[in-house]
Structure formats: structure tokens, C-alpha cells
């Protein structure tokens, strides 16, 4: 009887990780009206809120689609502030600066730091979350 509560007990447990609360979130990144190709894309907690940082990078229309666990799962429902970086395809990168230091951006540096950047989504369980950033 006992094997027989832990073995249930544990399949519940299981069933219970494999359940994901996560929404698809899709969107398209333009920079002065044209499609961002090759931008990392992070969807960050709100400050106040719990939650982890989900990312994605953008293709050549400026597309992306967040993922948690697993491609298209998108994110959890709840506040988030965006932030913008670039994405380097594997074996891309370019060399580091001289000196050291951080390498260029196309973005103004406020889109890369959660406390400043303009950014905002909130996403919805039911509801479409399709976002349009356009970054001037």
C-alpha cells in the first residue's frame, strides 16, 4: 500500500512539472520603422513582480517568438519590461573592442537596462500577445 502512495504521489508530482503555465507571445521588432534582424528580444520581470527573463531573437522581418521550455511556449502571463540587445549567430560574433568593453549596439543605450528602457508588455493567458516594439 505504501510503494502504491509514493508511486502515485510521485506521478502527480511529475504530471505537475510537465504542466506549463506559459502563453504564446510572438512580436516584430523595427528600428525606425524597418524589421530589426539578428536583435535579442528579453522579456524581463516588471520590477516588482516574480518571474524569470525569457528571450528570443529576431529574424529577418524583425519577427520573434518567446520560448520557455520548449519552442513556441511563449511566457508566463504577468508584467514585463523589454529590453533589446544584439544577437550573434553562432560563429558571427564579432572581435571584441580594443581595450576591452562592450561591443556596439544600433540601440540607444536606455534599451538595454530594465530600469530605463521605454519598453512594456503585459502578457494575457487568452488572449493574443502579439507585440510591436518600433525603436526610434
Known amino acids: ?5 509514493i508511486f502515485a504521489a ?3 508530482l511529475v504530471a505537475g512539472c510537465n504542466q506549463s503555465d506559459t502563453v504564446p507571445v510572438t512580436g516584430t521588432l ?3 520603422g524597418q524589421p530589426v534582424e539578428n536583435a535579442e528580444v528579453m522579456f524581463n ?18 519577427h520573434f517568438t518567446l520560448e ?7 511566457a508566463a502571463p504577468g508584467e514585463y519590461v523589454v529590453t533589446l540587445g ?5 560563429g ?12 556596439p549596439s ?8 530594465p530600469a530605463q528602457t521605454p519598453l512594456k508588455a503585459t502578457v494575457e493567458g487568452g488572449k493574443k500577445n502579439d507585440f510591436q516594439f518600433d525603436v526610434k
Not at 520581470?45 to 524583425?62: C, E, L, Q, W, Y
Not at 544600433?106 to 537596462?113: M, S, T, V
Request: hydrophobic share 25%; no cysteine; glycine share 14%.
Open 1 to 5: 500500500m505504501h510503494r502504491f502512495l
Open 10 to 12: 510521485t506521478g502527480l
Open 30 to 32: 523595427t528600428l525606425n
Open 45 to 62: 520581470p516588471a520590477p516588482d513582480k516574480p518571474g524569470r527573463m525569457i528571450s528570443a531573437h529576431t529574424d529577418s522581418n524583425g
Open 68 to 74: 520557455t521550455a520548449k519552442p513556441g511556449d511563449g
Open 86 to 90: 544584439e544577437y550573434y549567430p553562432p
Open 92 to 103: 558571427k560574433a564579432p572581435a571584441m573592442p580594443k581595450g576591452g568593453g562592450l561591443l
Open 106 to 113: 544600433r540601440f540607444p543605450p536606455k534599451y538595454g537596462d
